[in-house]
């Protein structure tokens, strides 16, 4: 016969067993998650490479998308478009033609870490953000990231993009004289 102890212990036991697999099937990210990840990890790998073709496979390419940025040079300065057609000829002409080979070469040797991952997907449309750091020798910045997702033809494209460079905390500070 089990005493009331023994029972206790076992039941007790049980608790954490469940509460511990509970939490470990929590944090386990699903296989659109992990979807949702690669397509912002290969956006930025495509944009630093100049791969045009690549970089514009991770986009919604409809009037409604919109993609807004703080470019890091100066507080306040904020870079928006919106709609493919308008997006694509801006980044075409000032990044893909230009191949800004010095400044994506120093970017591709950055060490960037993504972490505070938040995604919700809702049917065919999801939203992630997340923090990202990027660190080289001569500088580290931390940008709080956001991004809208649809899926369209089986894999997940960006329709939204928002992207905000934390100023003050950047080494070195990236504020202009104020």
């Keep these: 016969m089990k005493t009331p102890k023994t029972f206790a212990t076992k039941r007790n036991l049980a608790i954490v067993a469940f509460l511990l697999l509970f939490a470990m099937a929590?944090?386990?990210q699903t296989p659109a998650e992990d979807a949702i990840k690669n397509v912002?990890?290969?956006e930025t790998e495509h944009f630093l490479n100049a791969d045009f073709e690549a970089w514009s496979a991770c986009f919604v390419q409809k009037p409604y998308l919109l993609w807004s940025v703080t470019n890091g040079a100066e507080v306040g300065d904020v870079i928006t478009y919106r709609g493919?057609?308008?997006f694509k000829s801006a980044m075409k002409t000032s990044w893909f033609d230009a191949k800004p080979d010095a400044w994506a070469k120093e970017m591709r040797k950055a060490k960037v870490t993504r972490y505070n991952w938040i995604i919700q997907i809702r049917g065919?449309?999801?939203?992630?953000?997340?923090?990202?750091?990027?660190e080289t020798p001569?500088?580290?910045t931390e940008t709080t990231e956001t991004r809208v997702?649809?899926?369209?033809?089986g894999g997940w494209k960006m329709?939204?993009?928002t992207t905000l460079t934390d100023f003050k905390d950047a080494v070195p500070p990236l504020r202009s004289g104020h």
Excluded: N
């Excluded at 997702?149 to 033809?153: G, I, N, W």
């Design 40 to 42: 912002i990890i290969a």
């Design 84 to 86: 493919w057609e308008d």
């Design 26 to 28: 929590s944090q386990a």
């Design 138 to 140: 001569q500088q580290m």
């Design 124 to 134: 065919k449309v999801a939203w992630a953000s997340f923090t990202q750091r990027s």
């Design 149 to 153: 997702l649809e899926k369209q033809k």
């Design 159 to 161: 329709a939204q993009q």
